[in-house]
């Protein structure tokens, strides 16, 4: 059975390796360092789940979001967050994202987040 | 005839009150703490009079009559009070239901006391004449009055902490006064059980008035300052004139009347003359010894509010400053935090793994440094270097820090001009603190010219100062984000933590100059700086550059 396909969208190499390093181990990885990136990896091949990074140069977290949900309406997404604020996370609920995790997030987190997102996608 | 030392206290409570009442009134009708005071004051007055000639009367009926005025005074008394209450400490609308319910009681009350007659009947208690007799339906008005006076002492002390120390003053005074008016009044209410308890105590009823008149005239309990100011002004100086004048004719008439044959009249014409010429100073003496004595007080207390007030309002502006610097803190450290937290966690176990320990040296190590770098800014800022003032060529330094930034500019394809005109002699500055204004701006100059652009940079000397003005026309600043560009932490770039401008706007206030930032997306963004020709009265580390009004940075993460 193949492993789960993971994409992770951060302008920040740290935030970027952090979660390779977690999800390596039981996921297939790629990262993008943009929106625009993320966009033409979810065009190129499909991803059983995104995080994705609100701040971002030139396209941010909600236009990347936006235009991801054209490519694959169903794919999970779990947006990143440096401070917890409400009013961001119900704004990208609505856009779509699945879940949102505010940082620093840790290695439990991550993983829940994972598993139950891709066991929902798995029961739909 | 003779008045009962009784009849003295009420009728001098019922004048007083009434008069007090009605003048209040007079004077300013449109404030609700007027209205309703006159009300109150007016109800005092029906209970007085009504007791002192109800009491005191000749035959039974009459005695029914004025008892049933006092009766219905006595009630208005508690519920007009209640409505003073709710007035002095600013309740309103739907929180005066309690005051409406008792209007409406007393609107149904005049009904009722015209045909249940309250009092019924009358017989002779204590000193009185004609007392009322005992009647549930006097106990329960009675029970009415208690509860309205509890409920508006209640308001005043819950509302007491909330109020300005002037109006505490005020509402302390009120409390005071018809708590002694309440005491006052419940001997009255008692000898109707036939308990003639106290009967002394109604003698305090005119401190009520007295307290309040005090109030007003010391504490502007309401108001009428103003033409309580010039009343008391202008009746001294018609009394003392009057007094003066009379004192010479009435001299005058006897000493030159008698030795010399004038008649008064004559005499009393220099003496007019005198009065006249002496009118405006007599007056303006009057004037400053009533302020000193009636007003001194309350414009030193009105003084140390306005102070209070000012100390209040910049602990808050201090602590939305402390917040927008907390948040924007916790935004840029939460980022590198969450690499050094993973990769420490996979520490112990990928130890061994090469390639591990090379990213973790790299991440973590750039992640650190990164914390480093803001803390640092963050110390700079909220703690600036001292300015270490020199005679400094303004024109030069700005042309030192554009040829630092030559290779900048031509990598970015920026065209720089200048027109440095600024013919001061050298200006006391920071040179390095400066340098680092200059390289922060035209920095972020560069970067709003993503693809090319023009740089402009003038210098204007004028008398006692000096402009500068540092222009791009690269990409701009919406109006929306040009509002929060001095916050800490506030950034429109990708890059950056937000403090450059703010760290640019210390060192310009520190210096007692001033930076301004005008800017149309899309056209470009000119950053004016002026700095005084002269040497700041003030230099030194200073505390953070004060941020414009804000909210909490809209950028996140």
């Not at chain 1, 059975?1 to 740290?14: K, V």
């Not at chain 2, 005191?56 to 008892?67: D, G, P, S, V």
């Not at chain 2, 309440?182 to 000898?191: D, K, N, S």
């Not at chain 2, 920071?430 to 402009?456: K, P, T, W, Y």
């Amino acid at each position: 059975m193949p492993r789960p396909r993971i994409l992770i969208c951060d302008d920040e190499e740290g935030v970027r390796e952090s979660l390779r390093l977690i999800l390596e181990e039981r996921y297939d990885v790629d990262v993008a360092e943009g929106g625009a990136e993320a966009v033409a990896h979810v065009a190129q091949q499909p991803y059983q789940l995104l995080f994705l990074d609100i701040k971002m140069p030139q396209m941010d977290g909600l236009e990347t979001l936006k235009r991801v949900r054209k490519l694959a309406p169903t794919m999970p997404v779990v947006i990143l967050t440096a401070y917890q604020s409400m009013d961001i996370a119900k704004q990208t609920l609505k856009l779509g994202a699945n879940d949102y995790l505010s940082k620093p997030f840790d290695r439990a987190q991550i993983l829940d987040a994972v598993k139950q997102l891709l066991a929902c996608e798995k029961v739909q | 005839m003779m008045l009962h030392p009784y009849q003295w206290s009420l009728s001098l409570t019922a004048l007083t009150s009434g008069a007090l009442g009605l003048f209040m009134l007079w004077q300013n009708p449109k404030a609700i703490i007027n209205v309703t005071w006159c009300a109150m004051n007016v109800a005092v007055a029906m209970w007085a009079i009504g007791t002192c000639v109800g009491g005191f009367t000749f035959n039974e009926r009459t005695a029914i009559l004025w008892w049933n005025i006092a009766a219905y005074g006595a009630l208005l008394i508690p519920i007009c009070y209640a409505h003073v209450a709710n007035a002095l400490v600013g309740r309103r609308g739907s929180e005066q239901w309690m005051v409406m319910g008792g209007y409406l009681l007393a609107l149904l009350s005049v009904s009722s006391l015209v045909t249940l007659q309250l009092p019924k009947s009358v017989s002779a208690k204590s000193v009185f004449v004609f007392y009322p007799d005992a009647d549930p339906t006097y106990d329960l008005f009675v029970g009415i009055f208690w509860i309205y006076a509890l409920y508006a002492h209640a308001v005043l002390v819950r509302h007491f902490r909330t109020q300005l120390v002037a109006k505490q003053k005020q509402i302390a005074l009120v409390l005071v006064a018809t708590l002694l008016g309440f005491v006052g009044m419940t001997p009255a209410f008692l000898l109707v059980h036939g308990k003639s308890t106290a009967l002394w105590t109604m003698h305090l009823l005119p401190l009520y008035t007295g307290i309040i008149a005090y109030a007003i005239v010391r504490h502007q309990l309401m108001d009428i300052t103003i033409v309580l100011r010039k009343s008391i002004v202008y009746s001294a100086l018609v009394a003392l004139i009057t007094a003066t004048y009379l004192i010479f004719v009435l001299l005058s008439e006897r000493l030159l009347q008698g030795a010399l044959g004038f008649y008064g009249w004559t005499a009393s014409l220099p003496v007019a003359f005198v009065i006249a010429l002496g009118f405006i100073p007599i007056r303006n003496r009057i004037q400053a010894l009533v302020d000193r004595y009636f007003f001194k007080g309350t414009q030193a207390m009105l003084a140390a509010e306005n102070e209070r007030m000012r100390q209040e309002l910049e602990r808050a502006e201090r602590m939305k400053r402390v917040s927008i610097l907390a948040t924007g803190l916790a935004h840029e450290i939460k980022n590198p935090l969450s690499a050094i937290r993973t990769f420490v966690a996979y520490l112990p176990e990928r130890y061994h793994d090469a390639a591990f320990r090379e990213k973790f040296t790299r991440i973590v190590g750039n992640e650190v440094e990164r914390i480093n770098t803001i803390v640092q800014q963050l110390l700079h800022f909220a703690k600036p270097a001292l300015l270490k003032l020199q005679p400094t060529d303004v024109n030069q330094l700005l042309s030192d820090t554009l040829a630092f930034l030559t290779n900048d500019c031509l990598k970015r394809r920026v065209e720089v001009t200048t027109d440095l005109r600024a013919n001061h002699a050298p200006i006391p500055a920071d040179a390095n603190q400066l340098r680092q204004v200059f390289l922060n701006l035209i920095l972020n100059s560069l970067d709003a010219m993503e693809h090319g652009g023009r740089l402009h940079v003038t210098s204007r000397g004028h008398t006692g100062h000096l402009e500068i003005a540092i222009a791009d026309n690269g990409c701009g600043i919406p109006a929306d984000q040009l509002a929060h560009i001095f916050e800490p932490f506030y950034t429109t770039k990708d890059t950056g933590v937000g403090l450059g401008l703010a760290i640019v706007q210390g060192i310009i206030e520190r210096h007692g100059g001033k930076i301004a930032l005008t800017s149309r997306p899309g056209q470009g963004t000119t950053a004016t700086i002026t700095l005084p020709a002269r040497a700041p009265t003030t230099v030194g580390a200073g505390g953070p550059a004060t941020p414009p009004p804000a909210t909490a940075p809209t950028n996140s993460t």
